[in-house]
């Protein structure tokens, strides 16, 4: 019973150049949600998706950054032109429902290292 | 709009309780606990509703006061297992979750 899996787990990119970060729900879930976490603070809302559509991106920097999440594969997070604040933990959580009731499953994380 | 934990950080010996605390100045309608081990993701400990329904571990226990809009995180008969950061996940609709800045909790033998 695999759970949320991601990768790559840790990304080095220069300046200036783009991130790509992948995720794979676990099996059955079609919601998936991104936060990011900067060294030893809490965990921030980035952006949900469902298959085909992003329901929730008010935690989405306005530039540099896209999330989709297609009919077929998995969620991707991208950030172009990256710069050394985008050095984070990068999760990816999944979920069965919509509802309150469902609990969210996270990830192992990208840790994104700018140089 | 983030969810105020405290305290910040605890330190017990194997077998002391701790409570872990969490309130909103908003209207809330779940309560979402979680364990973070320090390079680990987080893991699911509880969830809590509006109304008193409860979901998850066997061996933690939570409260929820809608009223105050705050939540406890009960955690008896501490293990060395135990040590981690505590966050609170609230969500006021929809499906997003805004964490509270964590706390540590350290379990010392």
């Known amino acids: 019973n695999a759970g949320v899996m991601q990768n790559p787990r840790h990304l080095v990119r220069r300046r200036g150049q783009e991130a790509r970060l992948r995720c794979s729900p676990m099996k059955g879930h079609s919601h998936v949600y991104w936060y990011r976490q900067l060294p030893e603070e809490g965990l921030k809302f980035m952006v949900y998706l469902q298959k085909e559509n992003i329901i929730d991106e008010s935690g989405m920097p306005k530039e540099r950054f896209s999330a989709e999440f297609p009919k077929e594969g998995p969620s991707i997070l991208r950030i172009q032109q990256v710069v050394r604040g985008d050095s984070a933990a990068y999760f990816c959580a999944s979920s069965l429902g919509q509802n309150s009731y469902n609990e969210q499953f996270f990830g192992p994380g990208t840790r994104l290292t700018v140089l | 709009q983030q969810p105020v934990q405290s305290p910040q950080a605890v330190i017990l010996r194997e077998g002391e309780d701790a409570v872990i605390n969490c309130s909103s100045s908003?209207?809330?309608?779940?309560v979402h606990w979680y364990r973070q081990k320090h390079g680990e993701a987080p893991v699911f400990l509880m969830i809590?509703?509006?109304?008193?329904e409860q979901k998850g571990h066997d061996k933690i226990s939570a409260s929820f006061n809608e009223k105050k809009q705050q939540s406890s995180l009960y955690l008896t008969a501490s293990q060395l297992s135990y040590s981690g950061t505590y966050f609170c996940?609230?969500?006021?609709?929809?499906?997003?979750?805004?964490f509270g800045a964590g706390t540590i909790l350290r379990v010392k033998s």
């Open positions: 996940g609230t969500q006021k609709y929809g499906n997003k979750l805004v």
């Open positions: 809590l509703l509006k109304g008193g």
């Open positions: 908003k209207a809330l309608y779940s």
